[in-house]
Antibody
Framework: QVQLQESGPGLVKPSGTLSLTCAVS?????????WSWVRQPPGRGLEWIGE???????NYNPSLKSRVTISVDKSKNQLSLKLSSVTAADTAVYYC?????????????WGQGTLVTVSS | EIVMTQSPATLSVSPGERATLSCRAS??????LAWYQQKPGQAPRLLIY???TRATGIPARFSGSGSGTEFTLTISSLQSEDFAVYYC?????????FGQGTKLEIK
């Protein structure tokens, strides 16, 4: 059973860079799956940030594309998210997720989420 | 970007009754539509994909229907554990987008 675990600072200063990692267990980051980041501002809905394949191929939400970098570290079996120039609007619970069955971009595996607050 | 609109925002239903949740896409997503359930403090849980296929372990009381721009999630006989927020998601076009959610509450 694939398990995902996000980690990273819970507080980031405005204009700084948000950096999170997602450790994968029970499966390989090099499997034929897409790995994604999704966020949820407090009390609000879900926003897709972007995705990566183990080859390094990425797709990003155009609304965030200029500030987002998603990468994989095969040696550590993990993926990472970097979001630059953050503002209070980037305060959210950040989830990493994996597609359910390699046939579509719907997410059957999620981390528990980590809250990141942007504040001075 | 495809906009997903869910209705109603809140639905009050009694246990044992049927609940019908709607999701509309701003343009056709064919059958590339998923439904998720989210409880407070938890990650979303995949219920339905391909508009009508239940994910592993999802009870048969959950069913999905629709194609193109109009989709429905039906819960045939509500159990106490079904009261939660439900989201639809289209994965036909980048960026993948979610609806704003329907909160299913106990009447």
């Amino acid at each position: 059973q694939v398990q995902l675990q996000e980690s990273g600072p819970g507080l980031v200063k405005p204009s700084g860079t948000l950096s999170l990692t997602c450790a994968v267990s029970g499966g390989s980051i090099s499997s034929s799956n897409w790995w994604s980041w999704v966020r949820q501002p407090p009390g609000r809905g879900l926003e897709w940030i972007g995705e990566i394949y183990h080859s390094g191929s990425t797709n990003y939400n155009p609304s965030l594309k200029s500030r987002v970098t998603i990468s994989v570290d095969k040696s550590k079996n993990q993926l990472s998210l970097k979001l630059s120039s953050v503002t209070a609007a980037d305060t959210a619970v950040y989830y990493c997720a994996r597609d359910y069955d390699s046939r579509g971009y719907y997410y059957g595996y999620w981390g528990q989420g980590t809250l990141v607050t942007v504040s001075s | 970007e495809i906009v997903m609109t869910q209705s109603p925002a809140t639905l009050s239903v009694s246990p044992g009754e049927r609940a019908t949740l709607s999701c509309r896409a701003s343009q056709s997503v064919v059958s590339n539509l998923a439904w998720y359930q989210q409880k407070p403090g938890q990650a979303p849980r995949l219920l339905i994909y391909g508009a009508s296929t239940r994910a592993t372990g999802i009870p048969a009381r959950f069913s999905g229907s629709g194609s193109g721009t109009e989709f429905t999630l039906t819960i045939s006989s509500l159990q106490s554990e079904d009261f939660a927020v439900y989201y639809c998601q289209q994965y036909n076009n980048w960026p993948y987008t979610f609806g704003q959610g329907t909160k299913l509450e106990i009447k």
